[in-house]
């Protein structure tokens, strides 16, 4: 029997220095819309949320370099995402930006919390500065040489080779990613989370996480072991303020914007509980006793609430480690205990979801060099549900993957047309001119080839299911498509089209009704990669109203009166639910169009010519 969870799908804020790629989408967007949208077809209670993350050097340093304000740069690119976002069919309740003034009243309740438990605590430290500019240079913006394993492109932050926690001033020969200059170091004050006073409460909650991808949490333990304290302040005028006598008017030094995107999961569930009228309504996704077995949770067995964070590797120290820092420390936990704020006790997360990177042609993407494709020009050129096809059935699930044209050339001819495509258009095409309408079983019943297929279709509600709640998408995506084929392959074998007798027709009508009921199963079990194509089977089986329900832009106000912004969100309490559903014998169908289009080959070479190098 399924319980219902309180389920939030807590998804990694894009930057708002520039358009986002498909490389970025493979890892934040389209694995967490797929989970999303089956636990809402389950039955679970979603809550996804996420926006644009706008603080930091980058944005300020993009800005100059456009002529701009650091906020009409985050105005620019935070519609660009939202819109692109939005026209992949990326499921937000609440799609924000880190610009609000409820995000910097949460950031800063949380600052003070922390601060008053003793986990945020003064220190005198050597800062990087742009020699050119005189602003800080961000960790993440400085390179040079670990000091630990002697990689030549470790950041400033951590090194990806070894993965240990590195200060900017540690590297051997660092220079600024900006501009290649060596950076100056200078004495100046901030404030650090003071990390090795919860390194105890992140281990022993490490050790009861159950079902996490291996790398992930191979990767998290292994940093327990080298905890250093953090800056979470920065000499910077963009950002949000620090929330203390003697630093609130200072112009000079922000939350440094690590501390304060991650925050934004918090913040975003604050908001959208404000905007639908029930300010506590957040309250049930984060103050609700964590279960001790998350997989179990997340396919149905138990209630709760539940946190899945979706990501790049590259952010999985900033969710597996520092997050839950922060939420531990707040919540009155770690070496100093103390009392949790006004937010209460809050949930540390069920599970960090990380994909590994998407490569291009063999190359990083690269805006710099031209090997890449954004969001919205794939959109301008080819269908949404093609590239989240190709991300769920071939993309960096848990392993790096590489992108190529003729790659995906293959999967939409081969497998989106000739497979799904094709079964579609057949079944619906051959029922409706013989017969113009659903048609019912004959009199001689079902055969045992027609139990067995429609076997196959009722037995992958639990298989796919279980495997999206385990965050295995491309094993799922992998037996939906088996069902498409056993049902091709049925067609086949059972030639209705050389039925065409009276005698036969009643044979016939039976065929195309177990082929019918197989699109619809197979359809809702593509529907949470797939939605709109989705939408058009349903349509195409003759069904009204939403079956894979989409986001919308809406523009609001700002809660506390700033300025107004496009936000990303949705009614999705409509819809399909995950079960089989028997077909409504008579039910009229027209002859259908396309669901998919077929590529020509020759966009091969269009495309690889638009490249760089």
Known sequence: MLVMSHVLAAVAWPYANGPRHIGHVSGFGVPSDVFARYMRMAGHDVLMVSG???????IQVQADAEGLTARELAD????????????????????????????????????????????????????????????????????????????????????????????????????????????????????????????????????????????????SRNLLDDLHPRAITRDLEWGVPIPLDGWRERTDKRIYVWFDAVIGYLSASIEWARRTGDPEAWRKY??????????????????????YHFMGKDNIVFHS?????????????????GEPGQLGRLNLPTEVVSSEFLTMEGRKFSSSRRV???????????????????????????????????????????????????????????AAKNFGAIPPVGPDGLTEADEALLAVARAGFAT?????????????????????????????????????????????????????????????????????????????????????????????ADLDGGPGYPVLTGDYTQGARWESVPIEVGRPLAAPKPVFRKLDPSIVNEELARLGG
């Open 464 to 556: 796919v299911g279980d495997l999206i709640a385990h965050h295995r998408q491309k094993q799922a995506i992998g037996e939906a498509m088996k069902v498409v084929a056993e049902a091709n392959k049925y067609l086949s074998e059972q030639t209705p089209w050389k039925l065409k007798g009276e005698a036969d027709k009643p044979r016939m009508g039976t065929i195309l009704h177990v082929a019918l009921q197989v699109v619809s199963d197979a359809n809702t079990l593509l529907t949470p990669f797939l939605p709109h194509s989705a939408q058009k089977v349903h349509e195409l089986l003759g069904g009204t109203g939403v079956h894979a329900p989409m986001p919308v832009i809406e523009e609001v």
């Open 52 to 58: 644009t993350d706008e603080h930091g050097t980058p």
């Open 372 to 430: 890449v494709i954004y969001v919205r020009d794939f959109l301008e050129r080819y269908d949404a549900d093609a590239l989240r096809y190709f991300i769920a059935v071939a993309g960096p699930e848990t392993n790096d993957t590489d992108f190529t044209w003729a790659e995906f050339l293959r999967r939409n001819n081969d497998e989106l047309v000739a497979g799904w495509g094709n079964l579609v258009n057949r079944s619906v095409s051959m």
């Open 286 to 307: 984060w103050h609700s006793k964590d279960g001790a077995d998350a997989a179990a949770s997340a396919s149905g067995a138990g209630g709760g609430a539940r946190t």
């Open 76 to 219: 620019r690119y935070n519609r660009v995402i939202v819109e692109d976002l939005c026209g992949l069919g990326l499921s937000y309740d609440l799609f924000t930006r880190t610009t609000t003034r409820n995000h910097y009243a949460v950031v800063q309740e949380m600052f003070e919390g922390l601060y008053r438990n003793g986990y945020i605590v003064p220190k005198t430290a050597m800062g990087a500065i742009s020699p050119s500019t005189g602003r800080t240079l961000p960790d993440r913006y400085i390179e040079g040489t670990c000091p630990i394993c002697g990689y030549d492109s470790a950041r400033g932050d951590q090194c990806d080779n070894c993965g240990n926690q590195l200060d900017p001033i540690d590297l051997i020969n660092p220079r600024s990613k900006i501009n290649g200059e060596t950076p100056e170091f200078v004495e100046t004050e901030h404030f650090f989370l003071d990390l090795p006073a919860l390194a105890d409460v992140l281990r022993q909650w490490l050790d009861t996480r159950q079902g996490w991808r291996p790398n992930v949490l191979r990767f």
């Open 321 to 337: 480690i520092i997050w839950p820092a922060l939420l531990a420390g707040y919540s009155g936990e770690g070496r100093r205990d």
